[in-house]
Structures are given as C-alpha cells and as structure tokens.
C-alpha cells in the first residue's frame, strides 16, 4: 500500500466516522504545514479539527481559508476602515490579504473621495477547539525520518495530541522509539467494511497553551532549537485550523487513463487504478510512462459537492455580505 493510497483511504473513513456520529463535525485535512520558526519545516500527513462553540458561524461565511492577515487586522464589523491603516504588515502582503478576503466574503468594501473602505462582514468566530495531528507510515520497516518528525510535534506542541496510523504489526521496540504521548493506531483493512482502526496507544494531550521547542536542524551531538512563544503557537494553531477548513483532504486528481476509474471506499469517491489496484497520484504516478496507462478523458467528479453533501463544511454559503452604496462598482 502506497502511503498515498494508506492516506486518502483513511481520510476517507475518518470522514465516515464523523457521518455516522461517532466524531461529529470534525474537519478531515491533509497536508498542511505545522511548524512555526521554519515554515514548512514539518507537514502533518492528516489533520483533524474539532468545532468549537461557533462553528455554524464559521460555516455561514465562507468555504475558504481567511488570510490570517485579515483576521489579525483591526478592521472590524462596524465603521469601515481605510485599508492600508488597518494592517500591521508590509503594504503589499496587506494588499494581498484585503483582496483575498474580499473576493472570498470576509470583508466588503466601498469607495470614499477615492479610497477604499473596507469592513468584515461578521465577527470571526470561536469556531475550533482540539487539533489532531496524524502521521501515516503503513510500513514501519521503512521509518524514514519518523522518529525525529515526531519528536518535533511533540516538543512543538502546536496540536493537541499527535497519532501515528500504520499497517504494520507494533512491536514494543516501534514504541520505544516514538514519543510517549503519541498515540498508534494500527489500520486493519476489512473487504467488506473497509477499514478498522485498533487503538495500541492512546495519545497524550499536548500543553498547547504554552510556549514549545521547534528542532530546525539535527547535527552530530547538537540540536539546532527555536522556543516558540504561546501566542506564537495560537497564532500559528488559528492558521492550521483555516487551511484545513478551506482545504479538506480532497485535493487529487483523476488521471485520464482508462485504468483509472472513481471507486467508493467508505463512502468516498477515490482515484482507483484496477492496474495498480489501489488509490494512485494523478501527478507523480499516472502518465505515459506507466505500463497500465490506456489514455482515455479523465473522470470528471465534483469533489467540493461530495465534501458538501457529507460533512459539516459548506460549500456555498449564504454570506453574510451587506449591500451598500458604491459596492456594485466592484463586481
């Protein structure tokens, strides 16, 4: 099993679990960064995010990621503010957030002596609470950089608690090497059922509340360091959770091979091959040079309705933009 395959499959039936009530309202991502003083120093495989007291506000404002720029600027919900004075950031990254938030529903603007005005369409909400991190590794022979990648979530403490999800049988040795607060989920794979999850170790709960270490660079006998202040961390933790929300864990493509055809695992639409016979990567596996390829178009399947259609997060929402004078003039 591909670690590709082993991750959509079982974002697949977190998904499942979240449906049938067993988690409700989680957001399933994947990919996502999660480190602070080296941004992209670590990607989490799966995040989970768990709804906090206003997630339906959240839901009601927009399917995207709000720039974190937006959230932290001192526009707000009543008078209109002057946008380059509601920044604390370099002109052109705050041009860039006041775009973005315009064009995705966080804030509305208008047009004053030449200006531009804007203001945030509704408070943001307290909409998360718990963040899990998961790293797949189905095949435990081949550890790679395992060990110190999970050393890092667990000095960092940026989520919550941290899971290790493998195929392979646990020996106690495998759980001699990892973190004791991370948790292991040994992943059966059942025909009939799909997949079953067998909890070996609970995870720890993580002190995300204050600062934490972040490793950036492992030399003989030394360890290069960063401390990560608390409000560092949720700041960094409010990202996270945005980037999962507008991301999700169904960012794949189908090839446009014949061998490659939607198949349901768990209720979920995946990019199965019946050549490979599993899940494959559009991008990095599917192509002429592939013994199995039988050019043919590629499956067309509207992954934003599936998303929709099976958990909390809402594609379209209503929005909670206001109509003013002037705001036509901006499309």
Not at 274 to 297: I, L, M, N, Q, T
Not at 302 to 313: F, I, K, M, P, Q
Request: aromatic content about 6%.
């Amino acid at each position: 099993m591909s670690e590709f395959a082993f991750e959509l499959e079982l974002c697949a039936h977190l998904e499942r679990r979240d449906r049938d009530g067993s988690d409700s309202g989680r957001i399933v991502a994947r990919q996502l960064g999660a480190s602070v003083a080296d941004p992209g120093g670590r990607i989490l495989d799966v995040v989970l995010v768990e709804p906090g007291p206003d997630f339906g506000d959240r839901t009601s404002i927009t399917s995207e990621a709000i720039p974190d720029a937006a959230i932290e600027s001192d526009v707000g919900t009543g008078r209109a503010r002057y946008w380059k004075t509601a920044f604390d950031c370099h002109p052109d990254h705050a041009r860039r957030a006041t775009e973005r938030a315009i064009e995705i529903g966080f804030f509305e603007r208008e047009l004053r002596n030449g200006r531009e005005y804007v203001r945030q369409v509704a408070r943001y909400p307290r909409w998360y609470d718990r963040i899990v991190g998961i790293e797949n590794k189905p095949d435990l022979d081949r550890p790679g950089d395992l060990e110190a990648q999970l050393r890092t979530d667990a000095s960092l403490a940026l989520v919550d608690e941290v899971v290790l999800a493998t195929e392979s049988y646990v020996t106690r040795a495998h759980l001699n090497r990892i973190p004791e607060a991370v948790g292991v989920w040994r992943v059966h794979r059942d025909e009939p059922t799909g997949l079953e999850i067998e909890v070996i170790r609970e995870p720890t709960s993580l002190p995300v509340d204050g600062p934490g270490i972040e490793p950036l660079e492992y030399r003989p006998g030394r360890t290069e360091i960063a401390v990560v202040s608390a409000g560092e961390k949720v700041r960094a933790r409010r990202r996270l959770a945005e980037r999962a929300y507008g991301k999700g864990w169904r960012t794949y493509d189908f090839p446009a091979c014949a061998a490659c055809e939607p198949a349901e695992s768990d209720g979920a639409t995946l990019p199965h091959c019946s050549w490979a016979g599993r899940a494959v990567h559009a991008d990095s596996e599917c192509g002429p040079a592939c013994p199995g390829h039988e050019p043919a178009p590629a499956s067309t399947i509207d992954l934003d309705a599936e998303r929709d259609r099976r958990t909390s997060w809402v594609a379209d929402p209503a929005g909670k933009r206001r109509r003013q004078s002037g705001l036509d003039r901006f499309g």
